[in-house]
Every structure is written in structure tokens, then in C-alpha cells.
């Protein structure tokens, strides 16, 4: 079996390799990115493209199935180029899975797709997908799903699946993270348990995670399975300040919702920090979801807990970990972090 991976270089990128690498069914991978990556792994070649320009449909053909990761963070200041890989290039490429007569598609959606839900319960993957209006991830994802679907209707000798995971996080992702979410500000040897004495409290924020591994496992399952449809990944427990408190030994301390939201797009706006106020409101939102289905369906089961992949991140944070890939390269910000400064927090 030929697969290609498709922004096979980031966080979920470089774990779905992984779990594909270890597949014996798997014979052949490309992994797809706009920079070549310098990690090195069994049964895997490279190819630079970038979905919005490149001939996808000469890279797609003789593959068995196509896994579509690639999405843009930011810049969080520029929709229109965030929407041109996003959207656009989303497009691009399941136009080209069905030209290049591709028999297997299976592509990276998000909880973030969600309508607003319950937090003291699970959804379905019924449950509406009309996002959260505030959030550009969110929007975007919504316009992908919709397009997801008109595709599988005009052509259903596609077979697809989408998986919609929550939060994923592991210690090798930590750089990029921090430079797509917290910014230069951030000292790494801060981030210690000793050294977070209190948790911001909100009202209603409850959310899910799934470490990266556990997430690149379920992708590889969706590869080689013929179930369709949507599949939520999620791994427990449910993660909420007290929980977290407990577990960095930290003390929870209410802070009212529009506070914290004031406080992200004050900081925003000074270019402090690269993550705009929709994030928030994503993270306040977004349902708690089930993820009975791919359990059942995939035979899927995650490995680590939500706590776990946590304090992997945590430690990756602290400890500056990465891979040999440009989205993980811990050395991607430059000296001293002097590349994100000089292009503006958020802005590239």
C-alpha cells in the first residue's frame, strides 16, 4: 500500500508517519510539505509542494490513500493567507485525490468544526458542525467540512473518513507550539511545575486532548480501514482548572471568562502574544466529545491519558524539544528567538 501524508512535517504530520512506518500493510510513503524536512525515517520519501500552486495530481497518482494535514496557524493577523492554504488549498487537494483516481482520502477536520455544546456531556459526530464564529480555525474548518461533504457526494468512488481530535500534544511539538500560541515571550525555564503557582479559573472551560502518537495512531487506522464518515479523537479524562491544579500542584483562581478574553486581545493587539481572542471563545464552546466511534469502528484506543500528553508537552515546553523538521526545529525562531521578533508576533 502507497500512502501520502500531506503536511507530513508538522505535529500530527511527523506522528502519523510513525504509527504508518510501523504498519506492515504500508509499503511506501511520501510525505508532502512545502520544505524538506531533515528526519529521516523507513518506507518514507520526501516531496516539496505547496497545495495552493503545485501539480498535486501528478504527486497523488499510484497512491492508495491520501492523508491531509497541511493547515495554517498563522499568521494570525492575515486571514486571507491563513484561508489560502486553509480553504483553498483543502479544495486543491481533494480535487486532485479524485483526478489522480485515489481510492482512499482521509483528512484532518477538528473539534473545532463544532457548534457550540454541552460541557457535561459527550457528543456524537451528529452533532452540528457550524463551528464557532469568532474563531478563524474554526471558521475555517467549518468551510472545509462543507466542502468535504459536496465532494463526497459528486464523487463517491472516493472512500472517506475525517477525524476530528481535540487538543494534540507532545514533548516533540513543544517548540512549535510555543511559537504558534504563546510567542517569544515565553521563557522555556519558566515553564515548570514548581513554577506555576496558580491556574486561571473560567467558567465552562473544559476540554479534550489527545497525545500527538495516539492521534498519528488513529490516522493510520483510518488509512487502512473502510469505515467513512466522522470520527471524534479524544483520550480522557476531561481536562479543566481543577484537574489541571491537581496536577501541576497549582492553585486555581476564578477569573471571570470576559476578563481573560479582554486580556488575550489586548495582548494581541500589542503583539505581545500570537494567539487572537477566538481561541478562547473555541476553548469555552466547542462540546466535549465521544469517541466511542473510533473505538468501535477503527479498533482505536489511546495509549496515553489526556493528563499525559499534557505533561509531555509541559516538559517539552521547558526543555525546548523538537524534530528535524521546519515546523518542530526548535532552532525555527532564530537566535534568541530574533526571527519572530523581527517578523512581527503573529504576523508570519
Request: proline share 8%; net charge positive; with cysteine.
Amino acid at each position: 500500500m502507497r500512502v501520502i501524508v500531506v503536511g507530513a512535517t508538522g505535529n500530527l504530520g511527523t506522528s502519523t508517519l510513525r504509527a504508518l512506518v510501523s504498519d506492515s500493510r504500508v509499503d511506501s510513503i511520501l510525505g508532502v510539505a512545502r520544505r524538506r524536512p531533515e528526519l529521516e525515517l523507513p518506507k518514507v520519501e520526501w516531496a516539496e509542494a505547496d497545495v495552493r500552486s503545485a501539480d498535486l495530481v501528478r504527486i497523488f497518482r499510484g497512491a492508495d490513500a491520501v492523508v491531509h494535514l497541511a493547515w495554517l496557524i498563522q499568521p494570525s493577523r492575515n486571514e486571507a493567507e491563513t484561508e489560502s492554504v486553509n480553504v483553498v488549498g483543502s479544495e486543491r487537494v481533494f480535487g486532485a485525490v479524485a483526478d489522480a483516481d485515489v481510492p482512499r482520502l482521509v483528512y484532518a477536520s477538528s473539534v473545532g468544526a463544532y457548534s457550540p455544546g454541552p460541557k457535561d456531556c459527550q457528543v456524537d459526530e451528529s452533532h452540528p458542525t457550524d463551528g464557532i464564529p469568532t474563531s478563524f480555525y474554526s471558521r475555517h474548518k467549518v468551510a472545509v467540512e462543507r466542502i468535504l461533504d459536496r465532494f463526497e457526494v459528486s464523487t463517491p468512488a472516493v472512500s472517506v473518513a475525517r477525524l476530528r481530535p481535540g487538543l494534540i500534544f507532545k514533548a516533540d511539538a513543544a517548540s512549535e507550539i510555543r511559537r504558534l500560541f504563546a510567542g517569544p515571550f515565553l521563557p522555556n525555564a519558566l515553564i515548570r511545575r514548581s513554577l506555576i503557582p496558580i491556574i486561571p479559573s473560567v467558567s465552562g472551560l473544559r476540554f479534550q486532548a489527545v497525545h500527538s502518537l495516539d492521534a498519528g495512531a488513529a490516522f493510520a487506522k483510518a488509512v487502512v480501514s473502510d469505515a467513512t464518515g466522522a470520527f471524534n479523537v479524544a483520550a480522557d479524562p476531561v481536562l479543566d482548572p481543577d484537574r489541571i491544579g491537581r496536577l501541576l500542584a497549582a492553585r486555581p483562581v476564578k477569573l471571570p471568562s470576559g476578563a481573560l478574553r479582554a486580556a488575550a486581545a489586548v495582548s494581541w493587539r500589542l503583539r505581545l502574544q500570537p494567539t487572537p481572542p477566538g481561541w478562547l471563545d473555541l476553548a469555552l464552546q466547542v462540546p466535549l466529545m465521544s469517541s466511542e466511534r473510533a473505538r468501535s469502528e477503527l479498533g482505536w484506543e489511546p495509549r496515553r491519558s489526556a493528563e499525559d500528553a499534557l505533561l509531555d508537552l509541559l516538559e517539552g515546553l521547558r526543555t525546548g524539544r523538537g524534530l528535524p523538521t521546519p515546523p518542530l526545529d526548535p532552532r525555527a525562531g532564530g537566535p534568541f528567538r530574533s526571527g519572530e521578533l523581527a517578523t512581527g508576533v503573529g504576523a508570519r
